[in-house]
């Protein structure tokens, strides 16, 4: 059974700053394109930020220049920084290791999900 085990979520002020934390099996850490998403009330899952095994990094125009997505491969685990962080961030955010393109693997995997919540 893979487990992905998110952690940092909170409560947090307009314009503050959270770190998430995902932590994975060593294999899978090192192998897959990690990813961060989230899920607002009544709004359907969205991408926020990827990062390959290589470092490449992608983000959604939302987090652009605000969130930064970084893996620490010794210690299989994936965090998105968060800053300046807006009401409209407000989100359940999932920690995805997407395994689909390796053959041995054939699918991604989810986290439980930690809740962020910016006030105002």
């Known amino acids: 059974q893979v487990q992905l085990v998110e952690s940092g979520g909170g409560l947090v002020q307009a314009g503050g700053s959270l770190r998430l934390s995902c932590a994975a099996p060593g294999i899978i850490a090192s192998i897959a394109v990690m990813g961060w998403f989230r899920q607002a009330p009544g709004k359907e899952r969205e991408l926020v930020a990827t990062?390959?095994?290589?470092?490449?990094?992608n983000y959604a125009d939302s987090v652009k220049g605000r969130f930064t997505i970084s893996r620490d491969n010794a210690k299989n685990t994936v965090y998105l920084q968060m800053s300046n962080l807006k009401p409209e961030d407000t989100a359940v955010y999932y920690c995805n290791a997407d395994l689909r393109r390796i053959p041995s693997w054939g699918r991604d995997y989810w986290g439980q999900g930690t809740q962020v919540t910016v006030s105002s």
């Open positions: 990062i390959t095994s290589r470092g490449n990094t």
